[in-house]
DNA sequence: TTAATACTTAGCTATTGACCTAAGTATTAA
DNA sequence: TTAATACTTAGGTCAATAGCTAAGTATTAA
């Protein structure tokens, strides 16, 4: 089983959906079963397990069959890319501010 | 104009188009007009323009017209939020770790 | 006051994504 | 060894999304 390296907007979008968002707050919280995982939403079993199909692909869950049960656990990883990300773009975003401030004091 | 609050999903949701992805991380080094940002993506102006109206409706981006031009920014405070939330997730999961940690150390 | 610029609106197309049911496989419980 | 459980596969529907062109409007430059 290769671990395809998802690009970030791919996650972005795996979270974009409600179910998969709702998904994963679940898996923070804890690993769980596909059908305990499924139980609180009213969706089919095959249209759950494409939406953990989908968050499996992207690397924010990972999960592994004993038996006839799929446990999937949540990649704290991939929410430290994410994490990554943002505060690149808040300091991108910040250090251009200040040195528009320093400008404005240089101009006093 | 209404400011719609947009939920953390559709945020995530215009952050997994690969082109409105870019547009942010453009936005994040420094405000820009319509045309200037859309200069490097081949996509007709309609078709870009309509990635524009998808970050500014989840917050993400605003944008002010004078004259014929209309600038674009960022939104910190959605990145923030954005932040926020994942840092809850980390947290969460990171919890039951330690949890876990206490659990094993209680039963030596 | 004409022409160019910078969007904007309208309307169409193709693909993708979310959903379903039905039927299958592999494990485990009885 | 039969039945129930826990997925899994196959295949189909429908709406939403990303893309386009063509034809506007409003502002500014010439």
Redesign the interface.
């Known amino acids: 089983m290769p671990n395809y390296q998802a690009s ?3 996650v ?7 179910t998969r ?1 709702a998904i ?2 679940q898996l ?3 690993p769980a079963s596909v059908s305990d995982l499924a139980r609180p939403f009213n969706l089919s079993l095959p249209t759950f397990m494409q939406h953990l199909g989908v968050l499996e692909e992207c690397g924010l869950v990972t999960s592994e069959k004993t038996g006839r049960v799929r446990m999937c656990s ?1 990649n ?1 990883n991939k ?2 890319e ?2 990554a990300w ?5 300091r ?3 250090t ?1 501010f200040d040195a528009l401030d320093k400008l404005l004091e240089n101009d006093k």
């Open positions: 970030l907007d791919r972005f979008w795996a979270l974009g959906d409600p968002f994963v707050e923070a919280r804890q949540l704290k929410l430290e994410v994490d943002i505060s690149a773009q808040k991108l975003w910040t251009r």
